[in-house]
Nanobody
Framework: QVQLVESGGGLVQAGESLRLSCAAS????????MGWYRQTPGEQRELVAT???????NTADSVKGRFTISGDNAKGTVDLQMNSLKPEDTAVYFC?????????????WGQGTQVTVSS
């Protein structure tokens, strides 16, 4: 069973940086999209950034210019470099990997990692 393992969350002050990493335990399928999402209590999970297997990225307006996503779909790894962090970036961050193998579709989520930004 494929699992996603996240690392890199923590507590930082506003203006500082963090790097989140996510890795699939095994890659037994074709990955076509990887991304990071975040969620705060009582709110819906929202997209932060995604990257396709061709390297095309999509970044939420709220983090554009501060966050950068990178990934290696062959290895099943996706990172999120977060710079100039703000208190409103405080959330649980989840990585997501989508892909397929034959007729089976995979939509996998990590366990989440807490990012807290103090003012």
């Amino acid at each position: 069973q494929v699992q996603l393992v996240e690392s890199g969350g923590g507590l930082v002050q506003a203006g500082e940086s963090l790097r989140l990493s996510c890795a699939a335990s095994v890659v037994t399928f074709n990955i076509h999209l990887m991304g990071w999402y975040r969620q705060t209590p009582g709110e819906q999970r929202e997209l932060v950034a995604t990257i396709t297997n061709h390297g095309s990225t999509n970044t939420a307006d709220s983090v554009k210019g501060r966050f950068t996503i990178s990934g290696d779909n062959a290895k099943g790894t996706v990172d999120l470099q977060m710079n100039s962090l703000k208190p409103e970036d405080t959330a649980v961050y989840f990585c997501n990997v989508k892909g397929y193998s034959g007729f089976r579709y995979y939509d996998l989520w990590g366990q989440g990692t807490q990012v807290t930004v103090s003012s």
